[in-house]
Structure formats: structure tokens, C-alpha cells
Nanobody, 119 residues
Framework: HVQLVESGGGSVQAGGSLWLTCSVS????????MAWFRQAPEKEREGVAG????????VYDASVKGRFTISRDNTKNTLFLQMNSLKPEDTAMYYC?????????????WGQGTQVTVS
């Protein structure tokens, strides 16, 4: 049974920081692709940052590059998102997701989300 559980969201003032954590269990494959997505009210879901857990290679959306850092601890099956210099437009529900790197996100596994509010 695959489970992804996010934590660390909250409310913060603009310019502040938050640290999101995604605890993962039960993934059927090793060396997978993981990512953080977000969805604001009345907006489409968008990818924020991604990482290949095998090599640690990362990719970021232009809107967060230089402010957010995605990382993982393979020994603890945990994904992180360090968010600095937060802006009101970063306000959204944040989701972590995992998939086989040969598949699609629609075929992957998703957490329930954690709310981030920046005022």
C-alpha cells in the first residue's frame, strides 16, 4: 500500500520561509521521480520542483527557481521542499507525488496536500 503524507504547511508573511516534508512508504520501485505540485483556488495544478531520487538531479519551475529547494533522504524515504522568500502568489495547496520515471504523473501516487498561505 503506497502512502505519501505531506506536512509543514502553514501561514507565513511575505518574505518568510516554510519547510515541507513528504513521508513516503510502500513504493514498488527504486530510483523514482518525485515532485512537488501546487494548486491555487480556481487555477490549474502546476509543477513546482522535481527530483530523481537515484541521482538527485533536480528541476524547478521558473517562478520558484532560486527560492525553493527540493531534496530527499533516501534512507528515510522522505522528500523535502525548502521554501524561502515566499510571496503571496505562492499561496496554494501543495502536493507531493511519486512515479516511475518511465511513466506519467497521472499513473503516479499522490499525497493529500498541505496548505501554504502567504500574506
Amino acid at each position: 500500500h503506497v502512502q505519501l503524507v505531506e506536512s509543514g504547511g502553514g501561514s507565513v508573511q511575505a518574505g518568510g520561509s516554510l519547510w515541507l516534508t513528504c513521508s513516503v512508504s510502500g513504493l514498488p520501485y527504486f530510483g523514482h521521480c518525485m515532485a512537488w505540485f501546487r494548486q491555487a483556488p480556481e487555477k490549474e495544478r502546476e509543477g513546482v520542483a522535481g527530483i530523481y531520487t537515484g541521482s538527485g538531479d533536480t528541476v524547478y519551475d521558473a517562478s520558484v527557481k532560486g527560492r525553493f529547494t527540493i531534496s530527499r533522504d533516501n534512507t528515510k524515504n522522505t522528500l523535502f521542499l525548502q521554501m524561502n522568500s515566499l510571496k503571496p502568489e505562492d499561496t496554494a495547496m501543495y502536493y507531493c507525488a511519486a512515479r516511475s520515471c518511465s511513466g506519467s504523473w497521472n499513473e503516479g501516487y499522490w499525497g493529500q496536500g498541505t496548505q501554504v498561505t502567504v500574506s
